[in-house]
T-cell receptor
Framework: AQSVTQPDIHITVSEGASLELRCNYSYGATPYLFWYVQSPGQGLQLLLKYFSGDTLVQGIKGFEAEFKRSQSSFNLRKPSVHWSDAAEYFCAVGAEGNEKLTFGTGTRLTIIP | DTAVSQTPKYLVTQMGNDKSIKCEQNLGHDTMYWYKQDSKKFLKIMFSYNNKELIINETVPNRFSPKSPDKAHLNLHINSLELGDSAVYFC????????????FGSGTRLTVV
């Protein structure tokens, strides 16, 4: 069964600093990997996705993520965060032939001035 | 135009009541989902329909009954509401296959008192 672990429950970063959110997955074959962001009171918005090809993927709002098969990881990065990036971030994994996405428990990002 | 719309956005009701949540997508997607997000932000799939056919039915009490009159609509009816049903319920849709990820609605916050 597929599973996702987000080891950090809460991260605090200063505005303008760089960010890395961790995601580790467990799945036997090549997974489909996603990062979503949820602002307070809102639904989830897709930031980026990986299913094949270049292991460094670019997303919206200046985010990127790198798929590392050897480490079973798909960490999300941003070089310089903005106050508007404060939100909950979810990593998710899916696979061909399995319709459902399995989500991690989320990482809450706080931005301090 | 909202891509995935849910109604109502908020629902406060008493224990034992029956309520419905409606979802509509105008993206032409074949697959629709219901996810439940608990107070700790954990997202768990409940149901999925592909072109009106039920394809995922996770371990959910049979008080919950989804209905898909056509591929653009997926409704959730809940009988005999319990305190533990309080959560945010998200509808989502996707084109064929998991590699495209989901488009989420903005959620329905259900509070059972």
């Amino acid at each position: 069964a597929q599973s996702v672990t987000q080891p950090d429950i809460h991260i605090t970063v200063s505005e303008g600093a760089s960010l890395e959110l961790r995601c580790n997955y467990s799945y036997g074959a090549t997974p489909y990997l996603f990062w979503y962001v949820q602002s307070p009171g809102q639904g989830l918005q897709l930031l980026l996705k990986y299913f094949s090809g270049d292991t460094l993927v670019q997303g919206i709002k200046g985010f990127e993520a790198e798929f590392k098969r050897s480490q079973s990881s798909f960490n999300l990065r941003k070089p310089s965060v903005h106050w508007s990036d404060a939100a909950e971030y979810f990593c998710a994994v899916g696979a061909e032939g399995n319709e459902k996405l399995t989500f991690g428990t989320g990482t809450r990002l706080t931005i301090i001035p | 135009d909202t891509a995935v719309s849910q109604t109502p956005k908020y629902l406060v009701t008493q224990m034992g009541n029956d309520k419905s949540i409606k979802c509509e997508q105008n993206l032409g997607h074949d697959t629709m989902y219901w996810y439940k997000q608990d107070s700790k932000k954990f997202l768990k799939i409940m149901f999925s329909y592909n072109n009106k056919e039920l394809i995922i039915n996770e371990t959910v009490p049979n008080r919950f009954s989804p209905k898909s009159p056509d591929k653009a609509h997926l409704n959730l009816h809940i009988n005999s509401l319990e305190l533990g049903d309080s959560a945010v319920y998200f509808c989502a849709s996707s084109p064929m296959g998991p590699r495209y990820g989901y488009t989420f609605g903005s959620g329905t916050r259900l509070t059972v008192v």
